[in-house]
Nanobody, 119 residues
Framework: QVQLVESGGGLVQPGGSLRVSCAAS????????TGWYRQAPGKQRELVAS???????NYGDSVKGRFTISRDNAKNTVYLQMNSLKPEDTAVYYC?????????????WGQGTQVTVSS
């Protein structure tokens, strides 16, 4: 199994920046890709950004150019740097990993961290 702990959420003004972190433990050697998703009230959960173990990144259209996903392998941590934040970025942000198992992959989720963008 893989355990995920998110941190770094909070309240920020429009135009501001925030960084959230996702620390993984357990069977981290099996992780194939790590991603950040978000879910706003009344909306479906959506992909924000993802990064593979090889460093290939992918971003949702709404955050391209503003958010950056990165990883620190020594700390088993993935970061999401969020710049030029907008009120519509307000959501609970969840860390997700897909880990290899026999026959496929399995997904693990963190508990979520609240990001609120408001003046």
């Amino acid at each position: 199994q893989v355990q995920l702990v998110e941190s770094g959420g909070g309240l920020v003004q429009p135009g501001g920046s925030l960084r959230v972190s996702c620390a993984a433990s357990g069977r981290i050697g099996s992780i194939v890709v790590t991603g950040w998703y978000r879910q706003a009230p009344g909306k479906q959960r959506e992909l924000v950004a993802s990064i593979t173990t090889g460093g290939v990144t992918n971003y949702g259209d709404s955050v391209k150019g503003r958010f950056t996903i990165s990883r620190d392998n020594a700390k088993n941590t993935v970061y999401l740097q969020m710049n030029s934040l907008k009120p519509e970025d307000t959501a609970v942000y969840y860390c997700n990993v897909r880990a290899a198992v026999v026959g496929g992959t399995v997904a693990y989720w963190g508990q979520g961290t609240q990001v609120t963008v408001s003046s």
